[in-house]
């Protein structure tokens, strides 16, 4: 009976004008998304070998390691095509130098104003907006239009029992919109593959895992769209408080978390950590000044009481210990400017931390904002993305500045030195230079912090399938 009940509803589906319409759109959106993701991939690849080019060649021409300055460039990521979250708003570039607190520059939004305005449309927000709308459509009249055109009365003329006939419409909706997102998918990875865009295995599972939650979500309005067609008598109705639950948990509930939070915690703007930090490197700055200044006058002093015969020998050998006692008070308080910039931002993202705890708890009421936090982090362009590219190249400029000192005392040319040098040096060879690589989460850390918005949204569909049957038990077919 429920095999029966299931293929009426699917060809119902099938043969309607709707799906012509829903699985047109679809397909156009989502090979859309995937031909301009890999469109803004290769292009973040281009800029990105590019730059590191004009880089290395920078560092192979210097003749000091004093004068090495590297530049990090993030890598793209092909999990980027897919989802694209919080990539492009954050920097692409950070300088590691002495002195320079780590912080990415120069984002893709930054540079290119005319996508910040329009933004990225992706695989996720496709299935957040798009599809979530498009099971509200298939759905919202599927008990109550047939009460009104009375062929529900009809069917129940027949012995059929009340759950078959919900778990048909249910099931039936659930698979006739599974084929206008399945047909483009599957033509979009084809096009992915056809392209060579390097994914590995992991970034294959982080992809299934992604339209397995997809579906989750999309199931979930399937079945809100049938228990409000069970609720209500005419499909006017069902379709107007759809429309507006769906605006709710779409556009409302995700922002108002968002804003109730930064209403209740307060988090330093970087203007004010930069004002700290300014101070902090100009009270250092003085240091260095006064300590400069006691030592010249010691130098002088001692170079006064030396005879002519002596003074060269000795104005060397006093220059030299002057020079390497700069290097390393100017270290010392290099790395007193980093320990503080940590205490700093270490405070900035405690607080932020909280903010987004209560920010997104809050915002979780919404099943779209649920599905995005998700989405965002199996891709790994989560909000925690900028806080682990800067922890790991804190961690790499701490390694670079010690093997650069230790460079530097193997040449025996350091940051000042190399300024009171006439003879023209011979460039540095730079290819044991260590590189960066950005760490990702293993799998099994990103469902960890994934999980819960899963179990938030298979909540939501248990909810809804129960206040479905409750809906339809009482359900008058006439």
């Not at 109730?260 to 101070?279: C, D, H, N, R």
Request: proline share 3%.
């Amino acid at each position: 009976m429920i095999k029966i009940l299931i293929e009426k509803e699917l060809k119902t589906i099938l043969l309607s004008p709707k799906f012509v319409a829903v699985f047109s759109v679809c397909s156009i959106l989502i090979l859309l998304s995937f031909y301009i993701g890999i469109d803004e991939y290769r292009v973040a690849l281009k800029h990105y070998e590019a730059v590191n080019a004009q880089l290395a060649q920078q560092t192979r021409e210097q003749t000091s390691w004093a004068a090495v300055r590297l530049n990090i460039v993030r890598h793209p990521d092909p999990m980027h095509i897919f989802v694209s979250g919080i990539n492009n708003d954050i920097g692409r570039q950070c300088p590691i130098t002495r002195g320079d607190v780590i912080k990415l520059y120069g984002s893709r939004y930054s540079d290119q104003l005319l996508f910040s305005i329009f933004r990225s449309m992706d695989f996720m927000f496709i299935v957040q907006v798009i599809l979530s709308l498009f099971a509200i459509l298939f759905t919202y009249d599927s008990i109550c239009g047939e009460r009104e055109a009375g062929t529900l009365k009809l069917n129940f003329a027949n012995p059929i029992p009340r759950t078959s006939y919900i778990i048909s419409k249910i099931v039936g909706s659930w698979l006739g919109l599974s084929i206008p997102l399945i047909i483009p998918m599957l033509l979009g990875l084809a096009l992915v593959l056809v392209c060579r865009i390097p994914m590995n295995i992991t970034h294959w599972v982080q992809l299934l895992i992604i339209i397995g939650v997809s579906v989750i979500y999309f199931s979930f309005f399937i079945c809100l769209g049938v228990m409000f067609s069970s609720i209500t008598k005419a499909p006017s109705s069902s379709f107007l408080y759809l429309l507006v639950i769906w605006i709710g948990f779409v556009l409302i509930i995700p922002r108002a978390g968002v804003m109730v939070a930064g209403q209740f915690i307060s988090v330093p703007t970087p203007a004010e950590i930069t004002s700290k930090l300014t101070q902090k490197e100009r009270e250092m700055s003085e240091q260095l000044d006064k300590w400069q200044n006691g030592r010249r006058k010691e130098l002088e002093s001692a170079l006064a009481s030396l005879t002519n015969e002596e003074q060269q020998k000795k104005y060397m050998e006093m220059v030299d210990q002057y020079n390497k006692d700069l290097t390393q008070k100017y270290d010392e308080l290099n790395r007193e400017i980093d320990k503080y910039y940590i205490s700093l931002n270490e405070e900035w993202r405690n607080r932020k931390s909280q903010q987004e705890t209560l920010g997104f708890s809050l915002s979780r009421f919404s099943p779209a904002s649920a599905f995005q936090l998700a989405s965002m982090d199996l891709a790994g362009t989560g909000v925690s993305l900028k806080t682990e590219y800067e922890d790991q190249l804190q961690i790499f400029k701490d390694m670079f500045n010690k093997f650069r000192a230790k460079k530097e005392e193997e040449t025996g040319r350091s940051l000042f030195t190399m300024l009171n040098d006439d003879k023209k040096p011979k460039n540095i060879d730079t290819s044991d230079i260590p590189e960066f690589r950005f760490v990702n989460r293993s799998l099994s850390q990103i469902m960890q912090t994934t999980i819960i918005d899963i179990g938030i949204l298979a909540f939501y569909i248990l909810i809804t399938i129960a206040g479905t049957f409750i809906a339809f038990i009482r359900y008058d077919v006439r």
